[in-house]
């Protein structure tokens, strides 16, 4: 398979652990998106990677979230003393340097109780 | 205004039906515009990008109209597998960067027997 993949697929936490997702994207796409969805809202952009480069993050993501793509492939998405409002289906998505569309992965659906 | 504005629906339409969507956007300078398809608790895929000449594929046709700031969806001969989430999406040129995608928050359809 060679589309996006995520890892986990399922976190369950309780509230002020730390958790970090992966994503990796499909091989030749440079750009890699972070967004989050809650029930029956469309995806929130959170953060997108251009190769190694962070090149926007939403100013709703708070200091708790960060993110990384050390050599430009894989990305992490690392959550700090996670909180309740937190819960979420956390999606990953990378792009073709010349195309806009993205393709996203399963999904990480995380839970903080 | 939403940058992005969709009738969230529901639509409940009889398998057989042909069934329209709208979308507005508020950007004039978007360049792109796709359809995705998200299921219950799984992740958006891509149903197909908006070009400006208007495109089909199969039973689904995609419509711009820039002038008005919309795109649309008709979805001919309805089918149960059909039943989804439908998001318009939209890219939001700023800052040298059009890569971005602004989502609509869905339109929700249920094609019933």
């Known amino acids: 398979d060679t589309g996006v993949s995520q890892d986990p697929r399922h976190k369950i936490t309780k509230r002020g652990q730390n958790v970090t997702f992966r994503c990796d994207p499909i091989?030749?796409?440079?750009?890699l998106y972070w967004y989050r969805q809650t029930l029956g809202q469309g995806p929130e952009f959170l953060t997108y990677?251009?190769?190694?480069?962070?090149?926007?993050k939403s100013r709703l993501l708070s200091d708790r979230f960060s993110a990384e793509r050390p050599k430009g492939s894989f990305s992490t998405l690392e959550i700090q003393r996670t909180e309740q409002g937190d819960s979420a289906m956390y999606l990953c998505?990378?792009?073709?340097?010349?195309?806009?569309?993205?393709?996203f992965g399963p999904g990480t659906r995380l839970t903080v109780t | 205004r939403k940058e992005v504005e969709q009738d969230p629906g529901p639509f409940n339409v009889p398998e057989g039906a042909t069934v329209a969507f709208n979308c507005t956007y508020s950007?004039?300078?978007?360049?792109?515009f796709f359809w995705y398809r998200q299921d219950c608790r799984k992740e958006p895929k891509l149903l197909m990008s908006?070009?400006?000449?208007?495109n089909e594929d199969g039973r689904f046709t995609a419509q711009l109209n820039r002038a008005s700031q919309y795109i649309s969806l008709l979805i001919r001969d309805s089918k149960l597998s059909d039943s989804a989430t439908y998001l318009c999406?939209?890219?939001?040129?700023?800052?040298?960067?059009?890569?971005?995608?602004?989502w609509g928050l869905g339109t929700s359809l249920a094609v019933n027997p």
């Open positions: 990677f251009q190769n190694e480069a962070q090149l926007e």
């Open positions: 950007n004039s300078a978007s360049q792109s």
């Open positions: 998505a990378s792009s073709q340097p010349t195309r806009n569309e993205q393709y």
């Open positions: 091989s030749e796409h440079n750009r």
């Open positions: 999406v939209v890219n939001a040129p700023h800052a040298g960067n059009n890569r971005k995608l602004i």
């Open positions: 908006v070009y400006s000449s208007g």
